[in-house]
């Protein structure tokens, strides 16, 4: 019975989740063209809702992005070639992972920086915490003390 | 000690003057790809002589603020009072982007509302849009004698913006 009703639900469930909706019902013409795009669209940005990748966006022009994509896929263009001409027109920011150089090295060397730099920070400090501590932990406790 | 004392406080102050100058500044805005490029290479028609083919060598020899707008578009009902003062008074060429648009429903919001362009480019669904990196309307763009896209504006233009940043670059883009 349990297991009736969940497979019931099921269906609901993927009717349901908002990702699936946002894909409009496009022609693929085989279900390896399907996943090229179901990729490609999930690492491109929306160029309006900014912090939702083309695949969720419900905007205008993030639909006609996808359209754009699609045409331009059954055309026989590469994922790069697909890649190149939105960055031309839409600058690297469409990229959710931005190209490996120039101005965006500081973006992805940064946080090792600052792991490293952090790192020998903390390391000095304890070698240097560790050095004045020595003679103090070193000296007994002063035997002429009056109890 | 005193590098003791001194480093948090540089560091502070590093710190201070990277979030002071994130201050204000609005990240939805994204810089133009086009910026000091030539306008991409089109050929399309006219919006109000159906038919009629307009392409980028057309629009060549003089500066011009290419306006983004639609019948839909709400925030273009801001701008477009401005951008009419500014022509009849002479300041500005003024070329529109229909986008997305119904030609009848773009006519008659342009009878309504006036209709200041000099020419008008018909872009039925956004594909040329996409070529300019349009992300909505109203977006306008400050394009100079020789077709370079000089400044973009995303958003309504106000007389403030007008006066500031595009009258000048139209001047500049006049050589």
Request: charged share 25%; aromatic share 10%.
């Amino acid at each position: 019975m349990r297991k009736l009703l969940i497979a019931c639900l099921i269906p609901f469930m993927v009717l349901f989740s908002t990702a699936l909706w946002a894909i409009d019902p496009l022609p693929f013409a085989d279900g390896e063209q399907e996943e090229r795009f179901r990729v490609l669209v999930a690492e491109l940005r929306c160029v309006q809702c900014q912090n939702q990748n083309l695949a969720d966006s419900d905007a205008l022009i993030a639909k006609d992005l996808r359209k754009e994509i699609f045409e331009q896929m059954q055309a026989g263009r590469s994922d790069d070639e697909i890649v190149d001409f939105l960055v031309e027109r839409y600058g690297e920011f469409v990229l959710y992972r931005p190209a490996f150089s120039g101005k965006n090295l500081l973006l992805w060397l940064g946080p090792l920086l600052i792991v490293v730099f952090g790192g020998i920070g903390v390391a000095v400090h304890l070698r240097r915490r560790a050095a004045n501590s020595q003679p103090a932990a070193a000296a007994p406790i002063a035997e002429d003390i009056d109890w | 000690m005193i590098m003791r004392l001194f480093l948090p406080l540089a560091l502070f102050f590093a710190l201070a003057v990277l979030l002071w100058s994130g201050l204000g500044k609005d990240p939805s805005i994204l810089p133009s790809a086009l910026l000091d490029k030539p306008i991409p290479q089109f050929s399309s028609t006219k919006l109000r002589q159906p038919g009629e083919p307009i392409d980028s060598q057309a629009l060549l020899g003089e500066p011009y603020l290419l306006n983004v707008f639609a019948s839909w578009c709400r925030s273009c009902l801001i701008e477009h009072p401005v951008l009419d003062a500014y022509v009849k008074r002479g300041q500005l060429k003024l070329v529109g982007l229909n986008y997305r648009d119904e030609r009848e429903a773009a006519l008659s919001w342009l009878q309504f509302h006036g209709d200041p362009y000099a020419e008008i480019i018909w872009d039925p669904d956004g594909r040329l849009g996409i070529d300019f990196g349009i992300t909505g309307a109203p977006e306008s763009f400050v394009v100079d004698a020789q077709g370079i896209v000089r400044y973009k504006i995303v958003g309504p233009v106000s007389p403030e913006i007008m006066e500031k940043e595009i009258l000048p670059r139209l001047r500049e883009g006049a050589g």
